[in-house]
């Protein structure tokens, strides 16, 4: 049973940071695509960016580029979304994903086989 946990969320000003942790209960965390997704009140889950499962290889949602950053960090099976610059169109609970994959290829947009139960980012004005 694969479980994602994420962490990090809160409130910030608008022009803050936030970093998110998503921790994965997976033996072979190397082997894993993941991905952040975020909803806001009233829309529809939308896609943020996406990381392969070396870390080598990301994509971004052109909401977050230059802003977001996704990293991995394989001996901690944590994954992590940096966020500068943040607005307060960014509010929404952030949700990680993650897929077992044979290529090292990020996946935007998915599909994602496992999810996490979100946190939630909240940025004021």
């Known amino acids: 049973q694969v479980q994602l946990v994420e962490t990090g969320g809160g409130l910030v000003q608008a022009g803050g940071s936030l970093r998110l942790s998503c921790t994965a209960s997976?033996?072979?965390?190397?082997?894993?695509?993941m991905g952040w997704f975020r909803q806001a009140p009233g829309k529809e889950r939308e896609y943020v960016g996406a990381i392969s499962w070396s870390g080598l290889r990301t994509s971004y949602a052109d909401s977050g580029k230059g802003r977001f950053t996704l990293s991995k960090d394989g001996p901690k099976n944590t994954m992590y979304l940096q966020m500068n610059s943040l607005k307060p169109e960014d509010t929404a609970v952030y949700y990680c994903a993650a897929v077992w994959t044979s290529t090292d290829w990020a996946i935007p947009g998915g599909p994602y086989e496992y999810w996490g139960q979100g946190t939630q980012v909240t940025v004021s004005s």
């Open positions: 997976i033996r072979t965390f190397a082997t894993y695509a």
